[in-house]
């Protein structure tokens, strides 16, 4: 049952009036982007993942090695892509498919 007092938003999907709250909640599960890495592991925020190969990062004149670990990942939204801090190294992004959970 729902608040009396809570606000209710149009639903163009469906076309029909919902309880805002429940209508932010749909929205939340469908735009939840599933990020895996090589071997199939689910990744998630805050995660440490190793590199399988090496890789030559773009502007910053250096390899990162295989095996080295990035800790506290972030997910960027695509299911491809995930945020990391590495020391000497701002703004890196690596592709899922060349880490793996640890």
Not at 35 to 50: E, F, K, S, Y
Not at 58 to 79: E, N, V, Y
């Amino acid at each position: 049952m729902t608040d009396s007092n809570e606000d209710y938003v149009y639903d163009e999907e469906s076309g029909e009036w919902m309880p805002a709250s429940e209508l932010e909640e749909r929205e939340r599960t469908i735009t939840r982007v599933e990020v895996r890495d090589a071997v199939g592991n689910l990744l998630a925020d805050g995660d440490q993942v190793t590199l399988i190969k090496d890789l030559d990062v773009k502007g910053a004149g250096q390899t990162l090695k295989r095996g080295t670990l990035i800790k506290s990942i972030r997910l960027t939204g695509d299911d491809q892509e995930i945020d990391c801090k590495f020391d000497g190294i701002k703004g890196l992004v690596l592709r899922a498919e060349f880490v793996r959970k640890r």
